[in-house]
């Protein structure tokens, strides 16, 4: 069964350092999104990507944050200068349309120290 | 703002028991609503969907019943099970390319 695979599953860094999180969607789908869960809190909304650019971001998804699909495969976060309260479980997310379901990646723990 | 919200925090059932959690919504345009299982340290799955032209819909083990009249929202699991313990979320669509998820109920169930 197609999965959204993510890369690393847990990734350190120190405050103001770059952090680059990867994922690979569900091939034939179209919709791309990135998602984050602070340690026992609810999932929020990042940013939402379709036909090589932006449709939709949150408040959260400010200039630190940058979302790319360099090829046909692989759609990126980064965190340019990230700090303390980035420290959360940041989840891939690939759907085939608006309003269907979104499928998730395991996640990537992301501790920033 | 327009948020999700569930009733119940933390549910515990009996082994064989039906589940029911519930989940407000506030939203009245919001015209998808999905359930989502998250178990620890993964990422949510997806469990059940439904649209608000309808106002039930059943899988295997669950069903989701639909109140738009009072924008509410359950998950049914027939004869849960240890493996059906999990956070569960409601979350919500139509807001164009996103879902705005609940809280989460901690459905613990014991054997």
């Given at each position: 069964?197609?999965?959204?695979?993510?890369?690393?599953?847990?990734?350190?860094?120190?405050?103001?350092?770059?952090?680059?999180?990867?994922?690979?969607?569900?091939?034939?789908?179209?919709?791309?999104?990135?998602?984050?869960?602070?340690?026992?809190?609810?999932?929020?909304?990042?940013?939402?990507?379709?036909?090589?650019?932006?449709?939709?971001?949150?408040?959260?998804?400010?200039?630190?944050?940058?979302?790319?699909?360099?090829?046909?495969?692989?759609?990126?976060?980064?965190?340019?200068?990230?700090?303390?309260?980035?420290?959360?479980?940041?989840?891939?997310?690939?759907?085939?349309?608006?309003?269907?379901?979104?499928?998730?990646g395991q996640g990537t723990r992301l501790t920033v120290v | 703002g327009e948020s999700v919200g569930?009733?119940?925090?933390?549910?515990?059932?009996?082994?064989?028991?039906?589940?029911?959690?519930?989940?407000?919504?506030?939203?009245?345009?919001?015209?998808?609503?999905?359930?989502?299982?998250?178990?620890?340290?993964?990422?949510?799955?997806?469990?059940?969907?439904?649209?608000?032209?309808?106002?039930?819909?059943?899988?295997?083990?669950?069903?989701?019943?639909?109140?738009?009249?009072?924008?509410?929202?359950?998950?049914?699991?027939?004869?849960?099970?240890?493996?059906?313990?999990?956070?569960?979320?409601?979350?919500?669509?139509?807001?164009?390319?996103?879902?705005?998820?609940?809280?989460?109920?901690?459905?613990?169930?014991?054997?």
């Amino acid at each position: 069964e197609p999965e959204v695979t993510q890369t690393p599953s847990h990734q350190v860094t120190q405050m103001g350092q770059e952090v680059i999180l990867r994922c690979v969607p569900i091939s034939n789908h179209l919709y791309f999104y990135w998602y984050r869960q602070i340690l026992g809190q609810k999932v929020e909304f990042l940013v939402s990507f379709y036909n090589n650019e932006i449709s939709e971001k949150s408040e959260i998804f400010d200039d630190q944050f940058s979302v790319e699909r360099p090829d046909g495969s692989n759609f990126t976060l980064k965190i340019r200068s990230t700090k303390l309260e980035d420290s959360a479980m940041y989840f891939c997310a690939s759907g085939r349309g608006l309003n269907t379901e979104a499928f998730f990646g395991q996640g990537t723990r992301l501790t920033v120290v | 703002g327009e948020s999700v919200g569930l009733h119940l925090p933390t549910l515990s059932v009996q082994e064989g028991d039906n589940s029911i959690i519930n989940c407000a919504y506030s939203n009245s345009a919001s015209d998808y609503f999905i359930w989502y299982k998250q178990e620890s340290g993964k990422g949510p799955q997806f469990i059940i969907d439904i649209r608000s032209n309808m106002d039930k819909r059943q899988g295997q083990r669950v069903t989701v019943l639909l109140n738009k009249t009072v924008k509410h929202l359950s998950l049914q699991i027939a004869a849960t099970q240890p493996g059906d313990s999990a956070v569960y979320f409601c979350a919500e669509g139509g807001y164009g390319n996103k879902l705005v998820f609940g809280a989460g109920t901690i459905l613990r169930v014991k054997s």
